[in-house]
């Protein structure tokens, strides 16, 4: 716990809700949120103290809008913590609102700790009976689901793997003090030539570590999600519908695209790269028919399909046939122009596909779009989870940032051996590794190293 | 019945800083020890300072203690250790005369005044209603005191060991003090036992120097005193030599006959300082330990032979010397002993070395667990200054981690408490690149003269050399340098890489080997005359990149220091904290968010915790009270 710097983290329990907060505490706060936060109206800057904002925020490099919220400044002592606080409410999502806080985190502001808010505003003062009955329980466990409480739950693999960077960095350590401390004993030992070592070794494992940390692929590359179906199911204007605007050309004159048009939007946050196909047919020339061959190979390599059904006409041999290619895939199936008489037999496409329960939407007026939006999220979702738990060790982000503290402790210190400095001051980036070590598993204590010098040197005349 | 301002009790190094301390803050103060012929003596190796020592020795001195003087006064060897790593690191080390140190420190206790010495065995301290009233001798005399500082060392129900022979003796040869043990276990003392030892000491002209090797004093030393003028001209050397398969052989065959293997000695001894027992059986895949050779003193045969502590029978302790290189016909004068003693876990203490039980006791040295010379004195003067501060109702003195070693050491002390012998390290003290013997004056000088123990004279003429310091610096930043023959030719002579952009002499300052008088020959070049001065301008333009972050450090630590926690919280109703925690809290007391925080065990979220614990009784006092506060309270 560090008094003075400035933390952040998602200050609304986790789990698909509402309104989801993160929240910022410390002399940067302002700082950041301006980095990351863009008003709707130029004029609302500079923001004042205690009143909401709507805006986006926007990631920096590439730009990227990842949400429409509203932001709002409190200046101290009149917060929660009695720091400087700024707070963007978003729209929930455990994905939107971990994308953001790593960005916020990127600008400057230190994961924080559990209850270290609550911390903050009692040791300024500015907890009240309520808050402290909230942390109270926390600390019980009653609430344990709400916050990442901490350690105890810290995955195997993870403690195993930052437990050996510990002892090699206090090996390290031990070292570079016996030979300051111990300087005129009978164990001449240059730490000069043994510290380097063991340095490059756990710098090693620290980045093997920290590799494993990643933003999904979701989010570093959106997902992809192919609109097939027949022609003149209303692709396009589906496409159109969800980017909001005439983007493809729309007629009524089936088979009107004919190469593909790709198109990105966000769903609560997550990129999502749509392609709009051609619609799949037995070929009437040699050109729509290699065009039908293209939008199967598109089909196999992307993350999902909607498939696209017209309501208004009955169940085709082309439909099953698609329905049948994209048994393999993710699918998500809606049924277009719910506007019109449905001839569709409901009745034979879910037994069909009885997994699969469809949507019924209507491209042209905007029905159902909402909930389709939604279904397009959850799979988004899914694919993220299954992506991160795949061969992730270091999953959480205030983890990582203390390994990446550590790290950068451990390239200065390489650096004052190669220097030539003395070993009291690359004692000190050891000393700082492990204390940034110690937040993901608990703090080295100077008795520790005395405990290593002495079991392995003979110390005493 | 006598009465006086503060009682010590015991002359060894704490009680002596501890009795000057507080006659010079103007308490009337009563000095007792067993023996006026055993002031300030020096039971084991007849050195001074030493890793992390020597900072201690420095901080002692700039707030006005007596062992950096009395050192300097009768050091006839001279050593600075660490001196190829960083100012930091670099300690001083001497090497006295054991008896001329006894003798001038006794001088100067009893030339001191409203400093009253006593030759007497204090068997029992007076508490009248939690608060300490004064001691009672052997005879059953009464000496009254409004502040009683107890530094008995190793006395405490001192029990000698050689072979199977056990002696009670606070020293080999001298009583020891027993009845006084039993009393403080009477107060209610959590007390524990430790192990400490001594090497044999051997006569000189029995042993072969020729086949040694020499080891002379360094030619160029910093006193530990600002007050020494000039060092007395005798140097004596130490010489060299280590065991052999002979000895290991030895120490083997006979390890059953060890008090120490036997089960006899029940006391902890120190990981850092093993007996010869111990080395030869824990690491028994060396073939060799070190044995240093040291002079007693310039009028005596005695040698101390530093690696060759035991507690072995004295026949087979005659062999062990003899099967060392060059003590082949060596005799012993004074054979190898160990000795247990009991100690008071300090946990026990507040701050400033006070008991929290009674009111107006001070502990300081051995009695607290700890071990060394430098350590005692510490906290003598510590607990000294405490307690004559305490009976002129002035506030206390404290000084913290970022402040000096003495204040790691205390705090140490008072929030983990001990499991060995405690020994000052340069690695307990995180911020030990600000906490350097060189700057230990201005450290602490200032606060030395605020306590009354620093003469205004010595304290406006370190002022003005810090003054000088600043300016200096300054200068230097605003010093430029462009790049040419000029600079490069000075640069060339000291063998470090030439200038291709404009700087400053500051920055020039800041390269690895280059010192401030190689930038001599420069036109912007100012000498600099004061050796202190100059010393420092230098140790800040290359340390400035870590001094700056260490200071940022102090910072942090800082603002968790000044987050009090009552002393009255109840720990043991506070849900959420383990039986461990709340049983180590409630012994500590701990005075801040951040001594709370380096208890072993207290985690952030037991903090938290305690925090919400403390808040909700604050809110709920302030509802329920006689006096009704604001409904929205």
């Known amino acids: ?461 | 019945m006598k009465s006086y301002d503060v009682i010590v009790v015991g002359a060894g190094h704490a009680g002596c800083e501890a009795a000057l301390a507080a006659a010079r803050m103007g308490c009337g103060t009563l000095l007792f020890n067993i023996s006026l012929d055993s002031i300030a003596l020096m039971s084991c190796n007849p050195a001074i300072g030493g890793l992390a020592k020597g900072q201690l020795v420095k901080e002692v001195d700039a707030l006005g203690g007596e062992m950096g003087k009395i050192a300097d006064r009768t050091a006839v060897h001279f050593r600075i250790l660490n001196r190829s790593k960083g100012p930091a690191v670099q300690s001083s080390r001497v090497q006295c005369d054991k008896q001329l140190y006894r003798l001038a420190m006794k001088a100067v206790v009893e030339k001191e005044k409203n400093l009253h010495l006593r030759q007497a065995l204090v068997e029992r301290i007076v508490v009248e209603g939690g608060r300490v009233a004064g001691v009672v001798d052997t005879t059953g005399f009464f000496y009254g005191a409004a502040a009683v500082v107890v530094t008995t060392g190793t006395f405490l129900n001192g029990l000698v060991h050689v072979g199977t022979s056990r002696q009670p003796a606070g020293r080999a040869g001298e009583i020891s003090s027993v009845s006084l043990a039993g009393c403080l276990r009477d107060l209610g003392f959590e007390m524990g036992r430790m192990k400490t030892g001594t090497p044999p000491r051997l006569k000189a002209s029995t042993i072969d120097f020729s086949v040694l090797e020499r080891q002379d004093s360094d030619p160029d030393f910093e006193p530990f005193s600002y007050r020494t003028a000039g060092l007395r001209p005798e140097r004596l050397p130490s010489f060299f030599s280590h065991t052999t398969g002979e000895t290991h052989g030895l120490i083997r065959e006979n390890i059953d006959r060890s008090p120490l293997y036997s089960g006899a000695i029940r006391g902890v001894s120190a990981r850092y300082c093993p007996s010869l027992e111990d080395k030869v059986m824990r690491f028994s895949g060396k073939e060799s330990h070190p044995v240093v050779l040291e002079f007693e003193g310039l009028d005596t045969e005695e040698v101390y032979a530093k690696g060759l502590g035991n507690c072995l029978p004295l026949e087979i302790q005659e062999k062990i010397v003899r099967s060392v290189p060059g003590l082949g016909e060596a005799e012993i004068m004074r054979s190898a002993y160990a000795i247990e003693y009991d100690f008071v876990q300090p946990s026990q203490l507040r701050k400033t070395l006070e008991t929290k039980t009674v009111d107006g006791l001070y502990l300081a040295g051995q009695i607290n667990g700890t071990s060394g010379y430098e350590e005692a004195a510490a906290q003598g003067l510590w607990a000294g200054v405490n307690a004559a501060l305490a009976v002129q109702k002035r506030p206390p003195f404290h000084l913290d981690r970022s402040e000096a070693y003495m204040g790691v050491m205390v705090d140490d002390l008072v929030t983990r408490g001990v499991d060995e012998p405690y020994r000052m390290f340069t690695s307990r003290a995180e911020y030990r690149l600000l906490l350097r013997e060189d700057n230990a004056l201005i450290r602490l000088m200032g606060k030395g003269h605020e306590l009354g123990l620093v003469s205004r004279e010595d304290f406006e003429a370190l002022r003005a050399k810090t003054a000088e310091i600043s300016r200096r610096i300054e200068s230097l930043s605003r010093s430029r340098v462009l790049p040419g023959k000029a600079v490069n030719d000075v640069l060339g002579r000291a063998g470090v890489e030439p200038v291709r952009n404009p700087t400053t002499l500051y920055q020039l300052l800041k390269r690895p080997g280059l010192s401030y008088d190689d930038l001599r020959g420069l036109d912007a070049f100012d000498p600099i005359s004061d050796r202190f001065v100059k010393k420092q301008v230098e140790i800040e333009a290359k340390y400035e990149g870590y001094i700056l972050r260490q200071r940022e450090m102090v910072e942090k630590f800082r603002r968790m220091e000044e987050k009090t926690l009552p002393r009255d919280i109840p720990y043991s109703v506070i849900p959420g904290l383990s039986t461990e925690m709340m049983k180590k809290l409630s012994a500590v007391m701990p005075e801040s968010v951040g001594q709370a925080l380096r208890i072993p065990g207290v985690t952030q979220a037991a903090l938290t915790a305690i925090l919400v614990f403390l808040k909700k009784k604050d809110v709920m006092e302030r509802n329920g009270g006689p006096r009704k506060a604001a409904p929205d309270a």
């Open chain 1, 1 to 461: 716990m560090i008094l003075g710097d400035t933390i952040a983290a998602v200050a609304t329990a986790r789990g698909p809700g509402g309104i989801g907060i993160i929240r910022i505490s410390g002399p940067e706060a302002e700082g950041i949120l301006r980095r990351l936060f863009r008003p709707r109206r130029d004029s609302a800057l500079p923001m004042e103290s205690h009143r909401l904002y709507l805006g986006r925020v926007v990631a920096p490099e590439p730009e990227t809008v990842l949400d429409e919220v509203l932001a709002t400044i409190m200046k101290a002592p009149h917060s929660y913590t009695g720091e400087d606080v700024a707070e963007i409410h978003c729209h929930g999502g455990v994905l939107l609102l971990e994308r953001i806080l790593s960005e916020v985190v990127r600008s400057g502001a230190r994961p924080a700790g559990p209850g270290e808010f609550t911390r903050r505003a009692f040791l300024n003062d500015r907890i009240g009976l309520a808050q402290a009955e909230a942390v109270w329980d926390l600390i019980n466990g009653k609430t344990e689901k709400g916050l990442d409480i901490a350690l105890s739950h810290l995955e195997g693999a993870l403690s195993d793997r930052v437990q050996y960077l510990r002892y090699n960095l206090t090996e390290a350590l031990a070292l570079a003090e016996t030979s300051i401390d111990f300087c005129d004993e009978d164990v001449s030992m240059d730490p000069a030539t043994n510290v380097p070592r063991i340095l490059e070794h756990c710098m090693e494992s620290a980045s093997a570590l920290l590799s494993t940390y990643r933003e999904g692929k979701i989010w570093r590359d959106g997902l992809s999600l192919v609109i097939a179906g027949k022609p003149n199911a209303g692709k396009s204007s589906l496409l159109n519908r969800l980017l909001g605007e005439e983007r493809a050309i729309v007629s009524t004159h089936p088979g009107t695209t004919r190469d593909f048009i790709e198109e990105g939007i966000t769903v609560r946050g997550i990129p999502v790269r749509l392609t709009d196909t051609a619609g799949i047919r037995q070929g009437r020339d040699d050109v729509e028919e290699e065009g039908i061959r293209r939008v199967w190979s598109r089909i196999a390599a992307c993350d999902a399909v909607l498939v696209l059904l017209d309501g208004s006409v009955p169940l085709s041999a082309e439909d099953r046939e698609i329905i049948a290619g994209t048994r393999e895939k993710k699918t998500l199936l809606c049924i277009n122009k719910a506007d019109l008489p449905g001839v569709l037999d409901r009745e034979a496409l879910g037994a069909l596909l009885p997994e699969c329960p469809p949507l019924e939407i209507s491209a042209k007026f905007g029905t159902g779009i909402p909930e389709l939006k939604e279904a397009v999220y959850g799979i988004a979702a899914l694919e993220e989870t299954r992506d991160m738990t795949a061969d992730r060790i270091l999953t959480n982000l205030r983890h990582k940032e203390a390994l990446e503290r550590a790290l950068r402790c451990l390239e200065r210190g390489r650096e004052a051996v190669a220097q030539g400095m003395s070993p009291e001051c690359f004692a000190l980036e050891l000393r700082e590794a492990l204390d940034a070590l110690g937040e993901i598993t608990g703090e080295t204590t100077n008795e520790e190293i005395l405990d290593r010098i002495f079991s392995r040197f003979c110390i005493g005349k």
